[in-house]
């Protein structure tokens, strides 16, 4: 929220903490949420941020290799350049700069009909599992194409629960332990695909389920 941004943007600030923010997934937030740029909570919060944004999740374009930095901080905006300068990582094509560009331009109503279409693919696996795997629930996002799947309740051990969705459901997901210790019992689906491919997908998973 913006209260706990701004708490965390106090105690960064008082204690010379620099907050380096990724926001990558911002323009995919889902119908009903809002996004809250750190930089944007406070004055403190935007003198002491690197936000760091890409078109390559919003648009799927991934293979141009194009990523910017909004640096408010003159001093920091100097910094920072200046370290990529010397590394030559802050030398883009031409094809990545016109189309980053572009997408930002032209691609709102395309882009918020994908965000619609995920929203709709969300609500779909979220139904499915109630009604066919209710030992599986979605944990349902606010923002992005992602959907971590609790699995706690199949009773199965990390390894197992790969080896359930590896090999016997045929799905390579993210097992949740990918991201640490805490994501025990849970696999990460991306539902940014055609519905098709989702249905496939979970009557897979429902047959492994049940075998």
Same mark, same amino acid.
């Given at each position: 929220?913006?209260?706990?941004?701004? *708490?965390? #943007? $106090?105690?960064?600030?008082?204690?010379? @903490?620099?907050?380096?923010?990724?926001?990558?997934? #911002?323009?995919?937030?889902?119908?009903?949420?809002?996004?809250?740029?750190?930089?944007?909570?406070?004055?403190?919060?935007?003198?002491?941020? @690197?936000?760091?944004?890409?078109?390559?999740?919003?648009?799927?374009?991934?293979? @141009?290799?194009? %990523?910017? #930095?909004?640096?408010?901080?003159? $001093? =920091?905006?100097?910094?920072?350049?200046?370290?990529?300068?010397?590394?030559?990582?802050?030398?883009?094509? =031409?094809?990545?700069?016109?189309? &980053?560009?572009?997408?930002?331009?032209?691609? $709102?109503?395309?882009?918020?009909?994908?965000? *619609?279409?995920?929203?709709?693919?969300?609500?779909?696996?979220?139904?499915?599992?109630?009604?066919?795997?209710?030992? @599986?629930?979605?944990?349902?996002?606010?923002?992005?194409?992602?959907?971590?799947?609790?699995?706690?309740?199949?009773?199965?051990?990390?390894?197992?629960? !790969?080896?359930?969705?590896?090999?016997?459901? !045929?799905?390579?997901?993210? %097992?949740? &332990?990918?991201?640490?210790?805490?994501? *025990?019992?849970?696999?990460?689906?991306?539902?940014?695909?055609?519905?098709?491919?989702? $249905?496939?997908?979970?009557?897979?998973? !429902?047959?492994?389920?049940?075998?």
């Amino acid at each position: 929220s913006n209260e706990e941004l701004s *708490e965390l #943007a $106090e105690v960064c600030y008082d204690n010379d @903490i620099l907050v380096v923010s990724d926001e990558i997934h #911002a323009d995919l937030v889902l119908p009903g949420n809002e996004h809250v740029p750190f930089a944007t909570v406070s004055e403190k919060a935007a003198q002491n941020n @690197i936000t760091l944004m890409a078109p390559s999740k919003t648009f799927n374009i991934a293979g @141009i290799v194009s %990523s910017f #930095a909004v640096v408010e901080n003159r $001093e =920091i905006r100097e910094r920072y350049f200046d370290y990529l300068n010397a590394r030559e990582l802050n030398q883009g094509t =031409i094809f990545a700069y016109l189309a &980053t560009q572009y997408a930002y331009e032209a691609g $709102e109503e395309w882009l918020n009909q994908v965000n *619609e279409y995920v929203q709709k693919n969300i609500d779909f696996v979220d139904a499915f599992l109630q009604k066919h795997i209710p030992q @599986i629930k979605a944990v349902i996002p606010e923002a992005s194409f992602l959907i971590w799947l609790d699995c706690r309740d199949l009773k199965l051990s990390q390894p197992e629960l !790969k080896r359930l969705f590896i090999h016997k459901a !045929k799905l390579g997901l993210n %097992s949740g &332990t990918m991201f640490g210790k805490e994501g *025990e019992g849970f696999m990460r689906l991306n539902v940014g695909c055609p519905r098709i491919t989702l $249905e496939k997908a979970l009557d897979n998973l !429902k047959k492994a389920v049940a075998l």
